[in-house]
């Protein structure tokens, strides 16, 4: 059983920064998926950004340049570092992960069978 805990959203005006983290519990073997998800209501759950067991990494074109995904495998945590942050980054956001490789489908919300519950993330 894998347990994903999100921390670190909050209230940021535009232009600042914001890191989340989410604390992996339980049984993630390796290989695995992860990912940030963010969700804006009205909107589908769209991929932020992802990394593999080996380290590569996928980013959304609107983030690119400003937020960087990382896992500390000794600590069990997947960070998100936020920078340049703008209104339109406003949103839920999620951790995700999947046991397997990272494939093609790893943008897409559907590859992703572990869920964290979000944290807000607002941009003013």
């Known amino acids: 059983h894998v347990q994903l805990v999100e921390s670190g959203g909050g209230s940021v005006q535009a232009g600042g920064s914001l890191r989340l983290s989410c604390a992996v519990s339980g049984d993630l073997l390796r290989p695995a998926c992860m990912a940030w998800m963010r969700q804006i209501p009205g909107n589908e759950r769209e991929a932020v950004a992802s990394?593999?067991?080996?380290?590569?990494?996928t980013y959304a074109d609107s983030v690119k340049g400003r937020f960087t995904i990382s896992k500390d495998n000794a600590k069990n945590t997947l960070d998100l570092q936020m920078n340049s942050l703008k209104p339109e980054d406003t949103g839920m956001y999620y951790c995700?992960?999947?046991?397997?490789?990272?494939?093609?489908?790893?943008?897409?919300?559907?590859?992703?069978?572990?869920w964290g519950q979000g944290t807000q993330v607002t941009v003013s």
């Open positions: 995700a992960a999947r046991i397997s490789s990272c494939g093609g489908q790893r943008s897409s919300r559907y590859w992703y069978n572990y």
């Open positions: 990394i593999s067991t080996d380290g590569s990494t």
